[in-house]
């Protein structure tokens, strides 16, 4: 009993205090942007720290954040090895060429007509296919180390990216592009001084979304077979061996690369579409 009323109390009184930084005198300073999203997230991890205690819930089925952070620390040499085979060498290699290759697709969908007639319909029909159907293939045919995991990156990242990419080029109106024309300017002119800074922000758009396909894509693709190491690699192991301590740290990891690269993506984003209404504010 005194444990829950514990938890309502710090709840409460957290809640309060998130209201007041959202809404209050200081909700316009960048300090008290980020302190209600790490607030909110504390709440929670506190909350989860006394509901997991106070019921008593056995390690194998939901370990208490206490244990994960400990597990995490001691196990920092492990996780860092698994980080730059599933993130650094699959993700971002396989998010690279993806995004890269998609991006040149879209240029050419746009150039030539026909492209746009008979690639775009595919594109939805490959989208729609399950990764776990298209991860064990591309493993048996790239081989168990992070060039199979890059290779399903580039398939999950490169059709929304090349959707995107192709939607923002024809964000242009056609007096715009009548206007150049009336300037002298032909096709590469127009491309590289009108749409293609009109598009960004759907370019953008298909970046951030990317990211974490990227991390899901890559994290799955380990399921079906990899070295003795990586995310996906520790997190399978790990189940089997009742270890969910260690099966929540590999998702910490997991959770903090993506959360990062999306910052990152969204940072530069914020620096190239400086003009844009969304950036404003």
């Not at 997230?41 to 244990?67: D, F, N, Y």
């Not at 890559?218 to 077979?225: D, L, T």
Request: charged share 10%.
């Amino acid at each position: 009993m005194s444990m829950a009323i514990l938890a309502l109390a710090l709840w409460l009184g957290l809640w309060a205090l998130n209201v007041w930084l959202a809404t209050g005198p200081l909700s316009d300073r960048i300090w008290a942007r980020m302190a209600v999203p790490l607030l909110f997230g504390i709440t929670l991890l506190v909350l989860w720290e006394i509901a997991v205690r106070a019921l008593a819930v056995p390690l194998v089925i939901l370990p208490p954040p206490s244990q994960i952070g400990a597990r995490f620390g001691a196990s920092l040499p492990v996780l860092w090895g698994d980080f730059v085979q599933t993130i650094l060498r699959g993700g971002l290699t396989g998010y690279a060429i993806g995004c890269g290759a998609a991006f040149l697709t879209a240029i050419a969908v746009d150039r030539f007509v026909f492209l746009q007639r008979g690639l775009l319909p595919l594109a939805s029909f490959m989208a729609a296919l399950p990764i776990v159907g298209t991860a064990p293939i591309l493993v048996m045919w790239f081989g168990f180390d992070w060039q199979s995991k890059a290779a399903v990156v580039v398939v999950m990242v490169f059709f929304p990216m090349l959707v995107n990419t192709v939607a923002g080029l024809a964000e242009t109106s056609a007096m715009q592009r009548d206007l150049m024309r009336s300037w002298g300017a032909g096709y590469w002119q127009g491309l590289v001084k009108l749409r293609l800074p009109a598009a960004m922000p759907f370019i953008f758009n298909g970046l951030k979304i990317c990211t974490t396909l990227a991390l899901i894509g890559a994290i799955v693709a380990e399921f079906f077979g990899s070295p003795t190491l990586g995310l996906g690699f520790r997190i399978t192991t790990s189940v089997g061996q009742l270890a969910l301590d260690m099966v929540w740290a590999a998702i910490l990891v997991a959770a903090l690369a993506g959360t990062g690269f999306y910052g990152l993506v969204a940072l530069i984003e914020r620096g190239v579409t400086f003009w844009h209404p969304s950036q404003r504010g």
